[in-house]
């Protein structure tokens, strides 16, 4: 395993020799600069694991503008950086705008070795972890990329190819289709299939996002920017550095939101709500609607800027009622997986099931499907799976609707989708063919 680096930043031969004598002979890998260019000098070939920096410089002997600016660049190079202060007694001041710029810690002169020890130890382990529990994130949420993304039509065989090509590249990619389509699986395999892989993969639904946590929510927030912001939180633009973000519902968005979230893509950095220290904004990002968003566009409820920073290349994942070839191979799928899973042996479908499945319009698309086949192995008795264990919704009402305003209409739809899915509105959703969101929405507003 290699030695942590360290970087030392002093104008003073003596605190350089001495501290990098001690952090050697600690066992830590030591590189020293006496000024600012020196230090961009060095962070622009290699960055270091830990920073210990001074504040005053010979040109700038107390006031510490010229060592502020250099955490200010430094932080612009990198936002995670664990950077120690070196302070005199009398410049502690400086030492707590430093924290407030980004640097973890301070470190007052004349030290105790045990002191230095202790802290570059300390902020080491810390950056460690944080970058495992990173590094979790993405293993957690990329573990099933491949799930759901079982076909033979030639729908998917074009989407597939298109993924393909692009899955390499760090430019922009916007998914499009109905809900339930599979584009959250899609951009995880993008995502598994791309130069970041070993990157976190960090998903945020924004139409499930209350507008007043969006900022904080995306950028992060420091202690005391509002009433409940108890402590430093990260975003998940930091949490997701160094891999991909994966904004889905991003029409849902409003357009103080867009105007924020297009600013950011643009310049590249951030800053946590209450801050004002910029951040890196390193990520590949990969978008989702299952609306039509040339329409918001036209209706001015969509930046179109927005819209061309997100789609340098744009996937439409088919509807599963236009790619049929896939239904019988999917439930295979999902039958072999739940089954499993309930430590239940292998089930078959009969033939009568088979045409159900193959006969149904699927408005829930792969993730109906999925869920169908869930259903199915808790109810099948035996080792077969009848139709009558897929509860598929009939085409058959219990009402004429021939005599009903569209608002009237609207109601009974959504309150029989609910009644069938037992009150979840998540699956009502799926059979209704929209967003939880949007669904949530229509029932508020036929409230009204």
Request: glycine share 8%.
């Amino acid at each position: 395993m290699s030695k942590p680096q360290i970087l030392i930043a002093d104008d003073q031969a003596d605190v350089r020799q001495a501290l990098a004598l001690l952090l050697k002979d600690s066992g830590y890998e030591v590189t020293t600069a006496a000024s600012p260019a020196e230090v961009l000098s060095v962070l622009r070939q290699s960055l270091p694991d830990l920073i210990l920096l001074d504040l005053n410089y010979q040109r700038d002997t107390t006031s510490g503008a010229e060592g502020l600016a250099l955490l200010r660049e430094i932080r612009r190079l990198d936002s995670e950086l664990p950077i120690i202060i070196l302070t005199g007694w009398a410049t502690v001041e400086l030492a707590v705008e430093a924290m407030r710029l980004g640097a973890q810690d301070f470190l007052e002169k004349p030290w105790e070795n045990a002191r230095v020890r202790s802290l570059v130890a300390n902020h080491l382990a810390l950056a460690s972890t944080r970058a495992q529990l990173r590094r979790l994130v993405g293993v957690q949420q990329t573990a099933d990329a491949d799930e759901g993304l079982v076909f033979r039509s030639k729908a998917m065989t074009e989407v597939m190819s298109v993924a393909e090509r692009v899955a390499g590249s760090e430019i922009p990619v916007l998914l499009t289709g109905e809900s339930g389509t599979g584009k959250g699986m899609l951009a995880r395999w993008i995502h598994q299939h791309s130069a970041r892989k070993m990157g976190p993969f960090v998903s945020v639904n924004l139409g499930g996002l209350a507008e007043t946590l969006f900022e904080s929510e995306l950028f992060g927030h420091v202690k005391g920017a509002f009433t409940d912001a108890r402590s430093d939180r990260d975003g998940r633009f930091e949490i997701a550095r160094g891999g991909t973000l994966f904004l889905d519902e991003i029409s849902n968005i409003t357009p103080p939101q867009q105007a924020r979230l297009l600013h950011v893509l643009e310049e590249g950095r951030f800053e946590r709500v209450g801050d004002t220290v910029p951040r890196a904004a390193e990520v590949r990002v990969i978008a989702a609607t299952n609306t039509d968003i040339q329409t918001a566009i036209r209706g001015g409820h969509f930046r179109e800027d927005l819209y061309f920073r997100l789609n340098t290349v744009e996937i439409a994942l088919p509807p599963l009622r236009v790619r049929r070839d896939d239904i019988a191979l999917l439930a295979g799928h999902y039958l072999a997986r739940y089954a499993r899973e309930q430590g239940r042996p292998a089930l078959d479908l009969v033939p009568a099931a088979r045409r159900a499945l193959d006969e149904y319009d699927w408005p829930g698309n792969v993730r109906e499907l999925a869920h169908v086949m869930q259903r199915a192995v808790l109810l099948a008795k035996g080792e077969e799976v009848q139709a009558a264990d897929l509860r598929l919704a009939g085409g058959e009402t219990t009402e004429r609707l021939d005599n009903l305003t569209l608002e009237q209409a609207e109601r009974y739809v959504i309150r029989r989708a609910l009644e069938s899915c037992g009150g979840d509105v998540e699956t009502a959703a799926l059979r209704l063919g929209v967003s939880r969101s949007a669904l949530y929405r229509r029932i508020e507003k036929l409230r009204e």
